[in-house]
């Protein structure tokens, strides 16, 4: 098993980042959804937690199988996918591989992310999420510049403890390295996504990006599956 923990800063308020994460996940897993590829919510409904009280609780399946390297697909089915149930009770989320425990992470699995200046991708990268150049016509923050998270007023930070297991022999390590390389992609992406994307969602109620992930919800599934069943 591999543990790592990675926390992001956000130049956000706790609770703009509850809205701005709702309509992030959306939106990028609609983007993201094609060929049979991208992110199926199988669950999606209110749950109460017994200690944290009132929340929701999902259940989705991130394929994989087009991001695969070429060894892995030799042991890979057809459909490739890791499933992700998580418990969300703002502002504490329990996830099957990312579960916040008693114990604290080891110094040495500890990763920031600094949204601004990480390397993502190159297919993944767009000059309007680019935070160097991002303004808000709303909240008048942006853009960001070296030494931001010293700077930033508001500012928050995101922590997503991950453990990943793959026991087969041979591929252990070289698949957990990968899972986590796609994970911090993922995160990485995403929270950049959430700040260049604050003037549509800023503003908006719970109930409001609620309804939009409900309907963001039904166009990505109908894209995943009925590529699937094309192929």
């Known amino acids: 098993m591999l543990l790592k923990e990675y926390r992001i800063c956000m130049p956000l308020t706790v609770d703009e980042y509850r809205i701005g994460?709702?309509?992030?996940?959306?939106?990028?897993?609609?983007?993201?959804?094609d060929?049979?590829?991208g992110v199926e919510v199988v669950q999606n409904q209110p749950e109460v937690h017994p200690?944290?009280?009132?929340?929701q609780v999902t259940e989705k399946r991130i394929y994989l199988s087009s991001k695969l390297p070429s060894w892995a697909k030799l042991l890979a089915p057809r459909f490739f996918y890791v499933t992700e149930k998580a418990w969300n009770f703002y502002p504490y989320t329990i996830t099957e591989y990312s579960v916040?425990?008693?114990?604290?992470?080891?110094?040495?699995?500890?990763?920031?992310?600094?949204?601004?200046?990480?390397?993502?991708?190159?297919k993944h990268y767009k000059e309007s999420e680019d935070l160097s150049l991002w303004r808000s016509d709303k909240t008048g923050r942006g853009p960001l510049e070296e030494?931001?998270?010293?700077?930033?007023?508001?500012?928050?930070?995101?922590?997503?403890?991950?453990?990943?297991?793959?026991?087969?022999?041979?591929?252990?390590?070289?698949?957990?390295?990968?899972?986590?390389?796609?994970?911090?992609?993922?995160?990485?992406?995403?929270?950049?996504?959430?700040?260049?994307?604050?003037?549509e969602w800023h503003g908006m109620s719970l109930d409001e990006v609620r309804q939009y992930e409900r309907e963001l919800q039904e166009k990505t599934n109908s894209k995943v599956k009925s590529s699937q069943c094309i192929a």
């Open 21 to 33: 994460q709702l309509y992030m996940i959306s939106k990028h897993s609609c983007e993201q959804s």
């Open 35 to 37: 060929g049979g590829q």
């Open 51 to 55: 200690q944290y009280g009132p929340g």
């Open 100 to 122: 916040f425990g008693d114990q604290p992470t080891p110094e040495e699995s500890i990763s920031f992310l600094d949204i601004l200046s990480d390397p993502i991708p190159d």
């Open 147 to 199: 030494g931001w998270r010293a700077q930033a007023k508001p500012i928050m930070c995101s922590y997503k403890r991950v453990s990943c297991s793959f026991e087969v022999y041979g591929a252990q390590g070289r698949t957990e390295d990968f899972i986590h390389k796609t994970i911090r992609d993922i995160l990485l992406v995403g929270h950049r996504q959430a700040v260049a994307w604050i003037d």
